[in-house]
């Protein structure tokens, strides 16, 4: 499909023309009121599990949807996804990443790229049968998460998911760290090593060594994080993990009319690694181009829903 330059997002205000202020003001600034879970907790293993956090509407649609770094279902554009779903005849599942839910895991885990556990959660939906579509929808690194699963399980895909729409997915996981170590991007870099330092925190009897506090302060890159925690659990080096869990490699093969949103303005991504090349060579792929939006912003407060999930809306419910 060719790529579409989007002229139906239009920033009026010149706060929100800042990539920086976009992005915050969607986090900080968009209360969703009334939105009320069931959660569901799910085995993948003798020692994990998974919590689901689901919010119904008696509908034989269901959208699944996954959140950015070390997020869960009370982020501010995951609630923004579930009640344009729901105010539309569509349940929702959010989904907690292992150990992101408010309770711990067995083992501390990054879900970057890494399926199984989106794997056993689509499976588990479809073993209810009580959905006759599925639509999978992701942010940020979540978003690079459906991606990797639609293009891995592309042969043996379930004629029941219908479709997969994304924003400001992280396609080009190498790409997306060198561009949150920027020193323009410092102030987000040190909140998200904060985030994941705390989970390991939390968590600090299950590691193999020692776990300090003052750890942390040594800890001033992502690669510094990784091979600090990680490495003793993955036996991986940090270049070959973003290898294997990019979607980048795999989006030639994904089969299901997908839609990709992106900012040019985004602050976390390079401008090479926008799949433009990928979006014109495969017929199922939608990429959709704005001049303003930052990292999961689109902010419309003059509207219902923001302008990711009005796009998300015509392209999820057009036959």
């Excluded at 070390?70 to 929702?92: L, P």
């Excluded at 040594?218 to 294997?244: C, G």
């Excluded at 990429?287 to 003059?302: A, C, R």
Aim: proline share 3%.
């Amino acid at each position: 499909m060719p790529v579409f330059s989007s002229n139906d997002y239009e920033v009026n205000s010149p706060f929100l023309k800042n990539a920086y202020l976009q992005t915050l003001f969607a986090k900080f600034f968009r209360p969703v009121n009334k939105l009320y879970y069931r959660r569901e907790r799910i085995p993948i293993s003798e020692e994990n599990f998974l919590d689901l956090d689901w919010s119904c509407v008696s509908s034989k649609k269901l959208v699944i949807v996954t959140d950015g770094l070390e997020g869960n279902s009370k982020r501010h554009y995951v609630r923004g996804v579930v009640k344009a779903c729901n105010d539309n005849n569509i349940d929702v599942l959010a989904i907690n990443f292992r150990g992101c839910s408010g309770v711990k895991s067995h083992d501390y885990f990054l879900q970057y790229g890494e399926t199984d556990d989106l794997n056993a959660i689509i499976q588990h939906v479809l073993k209810s049968n009580n959905y006759d579509e599925i639509y999978l929808v992701g942010c940020s690194v979540g978003g690079n998460l459906i991606l990797e699963y639609l293009g891995k399980k592309a042969s043996d895909l379930n004629s029941r998911i219908k479709k997969a729409f994304v924003v400001s997915a992280t396609v080009h996981l190498d790409s997306s760290c060198a561009a949150l170590h920027k020193p323009k991007n410092w102030f987000y870099l040190k909140g998200f090593l904060f985030a994941l330092f705390f989970r390991v925190w939390l968590m600090r009897k299950t590691f193999q060594s020692e776990v300090k506090f003052k750890d942390f302060f040594a800890i001033k890159t992502f690669r510094d994080f990784y091979y600090h925690f990680v490495y003793q659990q993955k036996k991986v080096t940090l270049e070959k993990y973003f290898e294997v869990n990019s979607s980048w490699d795999t989006l030639q093969a994904i089969t299901i009319p997908s839609c990709l949103l992106y900012s040019r303005d985004d602050p976390f991504l390079d401008p090479d690694f926008y799949p433009l090349k990928e979006a014109n060579e495969n017929p199922n792929l939608s990429l959709y181009l704005t001049d303003n939006g930052g990292h999961v912003g689109f902010v419309e407060f003059s509207k219902p829903y923001f302008y990711s999930e009005r796009l998300m809306l015509d392209f999820l419910l057009e036959n």
